[in-house]
């Protein structure tokens, strides 16, 4: 591979061969192997070389490693790797540039190691290196908090890493999700009841008592219990949870506009509770050793006795 | 029939009956279809009394005997539903109370209690309990008529004309045309004064039945589909609307004609057929009617839907649907009382969604990850939710497979229904017990009461009441407390059995 550090002098006319190599790449964005450029061009292969090694070091063009281990060259893209004037090995450059490729979702350390197939003893130090540096830093995902993933300093942990606004640090905050929780069910109920009231046909009625997303949505910002701004998913993540519940029922509705929308609306219970749980049988952990006769038995029974006495 | 089914029966034989019945029953339960000398040997009990007690359990419908050619004998075998039947009997009294009043629950109980009757017998056993008998045969008999128009009473099998001496068995038969017909009025009245006059002149009661008198029992059957259609009516008040639930109460009304029994859903019913035979108190106008429908075919997708769209619209109840809503309702209700409501929750939404991983079901449930990991594992342990595992790899590594969660409602359905029969059995042993602990109680409450009856003066009755301790005084209102805690209790748990049952006999 070239010597990034040495200086190479740009003969004229190279300057065409270097614009039809950029304009080649360009529209093969998938990245070519330096062998598949010299086919497209007539030119000896040593000026390809010469070329491609000139647009490497302007950062023009990046190389990367394929599946195979084999090295395609690309156009670069403006990456934090190569922008600033970093005083960083390629080896670290490579870790920069994997990291930088994902965005925000963060990847493993286990991932950099395979597709790097830097040593791991090495690969601690490059990282180490790189968050001293500020480039980048580590992130825990609430998936799988053991993981450790690193992403680029300057990006946020998109939510899928972090749970979005239910989860306060690695927790997931039951609290507050019951919170928002019994809210929702309260606003869908509310609504209900109004409707009910008034005197409208079945069918408008049942129209009425659905509310949207965005009225729920709307209803809690307006309710200030929440400090912080819920997106429309999320709200639809709660609206699901009653449905879960048998507390609510859901409905899509298309818009005018080719769109869907999500209706809820609050839904009775279709009994009242099991008949069989009205008995200290239903509960009993005991039942199948209960047997009349034995120890445990129904004459002998500690929970009837309080039960019969309530 | 499993273990717990024979329990909960023999238990109610036991309370109901006496002992000796209990176990002639409890023998045909666990060992199936049997021959008398087997009976009697097994049992300990004398030939003779294991004849009794066949005669009784046979006289109410709970065995049924069949002659095994190849043997060339005898077999009786048990009715276990028939049995169940006795703790069904006072919803069955209820239903029939509020369809066609008190007359006619009369009529319905004395039957039940009895197993079989004749016309006659029916009528002098209700024509008792009436305070003002003028005119009460005609009364009893129009409302009998009443019952069997309507399948809720049925004639028993009778003997064939074809008999001959050498049959083992009676040979008991009815055509389907005649199962509901009934003698006139005048027949009726006929025989009911021959059997007086052979009454007063042969001064003994007349023991022998004649060998063409017409029997009558309960039609089980019918009955527990008029409790099917309250149950699909009940749920449908409560989730949606009692107005509309009239509605259904009408479709399931017209339609019961026309469907055959054991169906999963009524014959499709025209939106005009409807109108018509609506309730005209109700005051539903076509308007009104349409707009029903249309939220009953939304809110309650599973129990009605529209069929067709002849005659302004074709309309059908889903019973095999409608059940297996009520059935994930109970076990629903089950799992959240037992295990909490976050268990109510996953197990929903397993229900809901066939196949699920993990991971998914802390995504959607929005529970915290170690907890909702505890729910699943415990209700897996209880056996309410399987897993099936799906490998990656050739190997079975697990941090390579796939565990996909998910509810077979036919097998907890069955394993809830086996709890249900046990619970039922524990009650009735309880009120068995109950009884036996306060007998003395119970008896000296008996003599005073009947003693309290005879004597006039206010202050002799008070006087003689103090012969009964305050201490003796509350044990008695505990017991009774506590023994109508327990009857409730068995019909909530009876409700539970009845839905289940007729879940898994649609599934089948």
Not at chain 2, 36 to 41: D, E, G, K, P, V
Not at chain 2, 317 to 346: M, N, P, T
Not at chain 2, 381 to 403: C, Q, R
Request: glycine share 4%; hydrophobic share 35%; charged share 25%.
């Amino acid at each position: 591979m070239s010597d990034m550090t040495v200086e190479v002098k740009q003969e004229p006319g190279e300057d065409d061969i270097q614009k039809r190599i950029l304009t080649l790449l360009k529209e093969h964005p998938k990245g070519l192997k330096e062998t598949e450029i010299c086919c497209y061009f007539q030119d000896s292969t040593a000026e390809i070389v010469r070329n491609v090694n000139i647009l490497m070091q302007q950062n023009r063009i990046s190389f990367h490693l394929n599946k195979d281990g084999g090295v395609l060259l690309k156009l670069a893209v403006p990456s934090v790797a190569s922008s600033q004037v970093l005083d960083i090995d390629e080896n670290e450059q490579l870790v920069l540039q994997l990291i930088e490729e994902v965005g925000n979702k963060g990847i493993w350390r286990h991932e950099i190691h395979r597709k790097s197939k830097i040593v791991e003893v090495q690969l601690n130090k490059i990282l180490k290196n790189l968050t001293t540096k500020k480039l980048i830093k580590p992130i825990t995902s609430v998936l799988a908090g053991k993981k450790k993933m690193y992403i680029l300093a300057n990006l946020e942990p998109n939510e899928s890493v972090t749970g979005g606004n239910f989860y306060s640090g690695q927790q997931f905050d039951s609290e507050y999700f019951k919170m928002l929780h019994a809210m929702c069910y309260k606003f869908l109920e509310d609504k209900a009841e109004e409707v009910r009231k008034l005197p409208l046909n079945p069918v408008e009625q049942r129209m009425r008592t659905f509310l949207s997303t965005s009225d729920v949505h709307e209803a809690i910002q307006n309710s200030k219990v929440s400090k912080v701004e819920l997106k429309p998913q999320e709200i639809d993540d709660i609206l699901l949870t009653l449905v879960f519940d048998g507390k609510a029922e859901h409905v899509v509705r298309t818009t005018a506009q080719g769109g869907h929308t999500n209706y809820y609306c609050a839904v009775a219970a279709l009994i009242e509770t099991s008949g069989l749980m009205r008995t200290p049988c239903g509960q009993c952990p005991l039942l199948n050793d209960c047997k009349e006769g034995g120890i445990i038995s129904p004459s002998s029974c500690e929970y009837m006795k309080n039960w019969l006495t309530f | 029939m499993s273990q717990s089914e024979v329990l909960a029966c023999t238990c109610v034989l036991r309370e109901c009956f006496n002992e000796r019945i209990e176990t002639v029953g409890k023998y045909l339960a666990e060992n199936g279809p049997s021959q008398l000398r087997t009976m009697a040997n097994k049992t300990g009990l004398k030939i003779n009394e294991v004849q009794t007690a066949l005669r009784f359990l046979i006289k109410h419908n709970m065995v049924e005997f069949t002659f095994d050619s190849v043997k060339n004998n005898v077999l009786y075998s048990v009715n276990l539903r028939n049995i169940r039947a006795v703790v069904r009997s006072d919803r069955y009294t209820d239903a029939i109370r509020s369809l066609y009043g008190h007359d006619a629950e009369a009529i319905v109980r004395d039957i039940l209690l009895n197993g079989q009757m004749s016309l006659p017998e029916i009528i002098t056993s209700v024509l008792e309990s009436f305070a003002d008998r003028s005119n009460g045969e005609k009364r009893i008999y129009e409302k009998f008529v009443q019952l069997v128009q309507t399948h809720f009473v049925r004639r028993c099998p009778a003997l064939a004309n074809t008999m001959s001496e050498e049959d083992r068995i009676p040979d008991l038969r009815i055509n389907e045309s005649q199962l509901y017909d009934v003698p006139s009025f005048s027949n009726v009245a006929e025989e009911m004064q021959a059997n007086m006059q052979q009454l007063d002149s042969s001064k003994r009661p007349n023991d022998k039945a004649k060998i063409d008198t017409v029997y009558w029992c309960v039609n089980i059957d019918r009955f527990n589909e008029f409790l099917r259609d309250q149950t699909l009516i009940h749920a449908i008040s409560k989730r949606v609307h009692p107005q509309a639930a009239e509605i259904v109460r009408t479709l399931l009304r017209r339609s019961e004609v026309k469907s055959p029994g054991g169906v999963p859903k009524t014959v499709p019913i025209s939106f005009y057929e409807l109108l018509e035979e609506l309730p005209k108190d109700l005051s539903i106008t076509n308007n009104l009617l349409e707009k029903w429908l249309k939220v009953l075919t939304e809110a309650a997708a599973e129990f009605i839907q529209q069929e067709g769209d002849g005659g302004g619209g074709q309309y059908s109840v889903y019973f095999q649907r409608g059940f297996a809503e009520l059935c994930k309702a109970h076990i629903e209700s089950i799992v959240q009382e037992r295990y909490g409501s976050d268990s109510k929750r996953v197990i929903r939404i397993l229900m809901m969604k066939n196949q699920v991983e993990m991971s998914q079901i802390e995504i959607l449930t929005k529970i915290d990850p170690k907890e909702a990991t505890g729910i699943v594992y415990r209700l897996l342990g209880d056996n309410f939710i399987s897993v099936v595992e799906v490998a990656k790899s050739t190997e079975l590594v697990p941090k390579h497979t796939f565990y996909y969660f998910s509810v077979d409602v036919d097998r907890v359905a069955k394993m809830l229904l086996d709890r249900s029969f046990k619970t039922l059995a524990n009650l009735i042993l309880r009120r068995m017990h109950e009884s036996k602990e306060n007998k003395r109680l119970i008896d000296k409450e008996q003599r005073m009461l009947a003693i309290l009856a005879q004597i006039d003066s206010p202050e002799e009755k008070e006087e003689f009441q103090r012969q009964m301790t305050p201490a003796e005084r509350t044990q008695l209102e505990k017991y009774n407390h506590a023994m109508f805690m327990l009857m409730k209790a068995e019909q909530e748990v009876d409700e539970t059995i009845f839905i289940l049952e007729t879940y898994l006999s649609y599934s089948k």
